[in-house]
């Protein structure tokens, strides 16, 4: 007899975006005792960015489920001190992200797939990247300037030998960062910084990819193929060759018109509960994937800070403003003394005024700033409205 598989849950458009908010932590009571850990731990990947506006995108994460953290609970919560074994590390997942560390055995197959990587465009002379080993071993913890000098003097990307072999090491999985210091990464042999228990290899490809999928569905809450691949920046065919074993369900989504799968948990119960009012890093995973975005909440984001100025649309670093459930707008923030600056808003409609002037003044609060100005709203005649909204 055939097999066949069971038929797919139906669900609307509406029972995806509530499962999807739930998932990324916007809906419902925030686990504060578990703290930014607790984000960590819930996303699977926190995605780090040089930008800081307002603050640094990892920065963002936590305070947009959680309100406002301390900001130096943020980065102790991240980063393990000299005497304390790593309790997550950094490397490539969606782009470069805060991981924790018990997935560091299933980040394996990426490691393997840069060992075999038949070319780079650095090469290493002879040597050189047994050198920067012996120095770590030696010296313990150290910067890429420690080991060296991280630049040969040209532009950003001409990184000297000692850099360039690092970052292998670390793309290999001979080095880990686990913290940061005044933005550097802080360098150490992963014998020594990753925790004994998790210091092992030995998963297959397919394992390691298998349990990522699942990550990917349980931190999305329901997600196509390409929604669950992108999380990790997994291929296609290797979410097809596991996707069946790794635990999650199809669905099938209202209006997506494409297969979808989700995490039974997800299923379970309904969603429920409080929404969060917040400013979103574009780099938060509620939105980093834009065709996503774009299918669950109507919103379409673009990351303009690589724009030149005059084709910007919504500003440098425009920050989603999330109340509801619903994308209802951006701003773009700067800060000049205590004084937060909304150099741009954007709004969707006259509803969204109270609830940008909840999240500027949170925003600004939680930065220390005791004031703030919108310096121009889109459009025009909601200006004065959320002028007045702010007080």
């Not at 998963?203 to 349990?211: A, H, N």
């Not at 097809?240 to 209202?254: K, R």
């Not at 425009?318 to 509801?324: I, R, T």
């Amino acid at each position: 007899m055939t097999f066949q598989p069971p038929p797919a849950v139906a669900l609307s458009a509406d029972e995806a975006r509530r499962i999807s908010l739930r998932a990324q932590g916007f809906m419902g009571a925030p686990d504060r005792r578990a703290g930014v850990r607790g984000v960590l731990r819930h996303l699977g990947a926190v995605q780090l960015d040089t930008i800081s506006v307002l603050a640094r995108s990892h920065e963002l994460i936590p305070y947009a489920r959680l309100g406002a953290v301390d900001r130096r609970k943020v980065e102790s919560a991240y980063w393990s001190p000299d005497s304390e074994a790593a309790h997550a590390f950094e490397y490539w997942s969606h782009a470069a992200c805060i991981l924790p560390v018990e997935e560091w055995p299933h980040f394996a197959f990426r490691r393997r797939a840069y060992r075999s990587r038949p070319q780079w465009s650095h090469e290493l002379t002879a040597g050189a990247y047994e050198r920067v080993i012996k120095q770590l071993r030696a010296e313990g913890a150290l910067t890429a300037t420690e080991l060296g000098g991280a630049k040969n003097g040209g532009e950003w990307w001409d990184w000297s030998e000692s850099k360039v072999a690092v970052e292998r090491a670390l793309m290999y999985g001979d080095v880990v960062c686990t913290r940061r210091r005044g933005w550097k990464r802080v360098y150490d042999l992963a014998e020594r910084a990753v925790p004994a228990e998790f210091q092992h290899d030995d998963l297959t490809d397919s394992e390691c990819v298998r349990r990522l999928v699942a990550l990917a569905g349980r931190s999305l809450g329901v997600g196509t193929r390409e929604d669950i691949s992108d999380y990790h920046r997994l291929k296609n065919a290797q979410v097809d060759a596991v996707i069946a074993d790794s635990g999650l369900v199809p669905v099938e989504v209202e209006d997506w018109g494409k297969p979808a799968w989700a995490d039974p948990e997800a299923l379970a119960t309904a969603p429920r509960g409080r929404h969060r009012t917040t400013l979103l890093s574009p780099f938060d995973s509620l939105i980093w994937d834009r065709p996503r975005t774009e299918r669950i909440f109507g919103f379409t984001h673009r990351l303009e800070a690589y724009v030149p100025k005059p084709k910007r649309i919504h500003g440098y670093f425009a920050m989603p403003l999330l109340s509801g459930g619903r994308l209802l707008g951006r701003a773009d923030p700067a800060r000049e003394g205590t004084t937060l600056i909304a150099r741009q808003v954007s709004l969707e409609s006259p509803k969204a005024v109270p609830a940008m002037a909840k999240a500027l003044w949170e925003a600004a609060s939680w930065v220390g700033c005791t004031e703030v100005r919108v310096d121009r709203t889109t459009p025009a005649e909601l200006h004065q409205p959320l002028r007045q909204e702010l007080g």
